[in-house]
């Protein structure tokens, strides 16, 4: 008895130590992984981390297409430190490295051994063949990852066997719009939600991972988040939603629509009262009933074979539909991105 209480006291200790190590609210340098030294990954812990927490802390994993950057990351921190979450990106993962998927599996092991985070709250993001590598590691890690923030590629190739929750993002114009319709119409379907932003075959920007890592956050909150969590993720999206609401009416409106997802939450009733606010507004009628028509037009043009990338960059019928939402949707934040529709796609 004696021999087990030492081994958990010293865990305890290693763990607490470990958590010293890395100061809160900054990004660290490079983590070499204790036990594949060759693989290591760069690390953000929110400044709300304490390793004392009675609630283990979610964690989402990154990978860039050209390796892990400082700048690759700290497009997550925004998302992670409102959310509360960890984010590691891995630094040897990239596009054409054999050996990707090892450096993955290196990182994520060490962070399960590092930190305290629920191993059953894990998700996974990246860009391009970082994409494809969050796809991998929710089929590879079930049990682990729920929820997955793919931007710039898709797996329409692959069966889609998670259970995990998805929130992808795509560039108007990128070469991988084929491939992300076809993923999230044919594969994902109900679990997820695809979003377009202008512009080609780039990292979609902190606010956009921001809306990502909300949107699955509340998801999970509103199933199993515990009475402290759904507070003060309730508090922080209502401030959000209070200070843009006057600049920024959309962002407002999509906020309150996960709030109001979380039964529980006590902000529930005041972000139902501002939606219902905004349902009249004009502005926001015609915005809503924008983001159908692209939804529409997504599933008409790009919903077809991934191998359109390369046959039909832009066809006259798209060019054409594409015009048309313009002149209806053109007074919209989502005409930049209606625009790159009707583009032919970058190319490969």
Known sequence: MKSLITKILLAG??????AREY???KLTEEIQCRKAQSYSYMLYLPSGYTPGRETKWPVLFAMDPGGGTKD???RYIKGAEKNNWIVAMSIQ???GFGRSKHAIAAMVGDVFKRFIVDKSRCYASGMSGGARMAFWLANERENNIIGIIPCGAGDAGNRYSTRALAYGLCGGYCFNRW???????????????????????????????FDAITWLNGQYLAEKGTPEEV????EMLFNEVLEKYEDDPYF????????IGIPKSPRAADAKEIADKLEEDSKIKLYLQGLKAMDDFVEKHFDTEVGDCYRNRLTRRQKEDADLLLGRYGDT?????IRDFGKPSDKL
Do not use: Q
């Not at 934040?333 to 991105?337: E, V």
């Open 333 to 337: 934040p989502l005409a930049p991105t």
């Open 13 to 18: 200790l290693a763990v607490g130590v470990c």
């Open 23 to 25: 100061e809160t609210g």
């Open 72 to 74: 690759g990351i700290r």
């Open 179 to 209: 491939d992300m319709a076809i993923t999230f119409n044919e594969r994902i379907r109900k679990r997820g939600r695809l979003r377009f932003f202008p512009g080609g075959h780039v990292w979609a920007d902190e606010d956009l991972i």
């Open 93 to 95: 993962s990239k596009n």
């Open 231 to 234: 507070g003060d993720f309730s």
């Open 252 to 259: 407002a409106y999509e906020a309150t629509t996960v709030l």
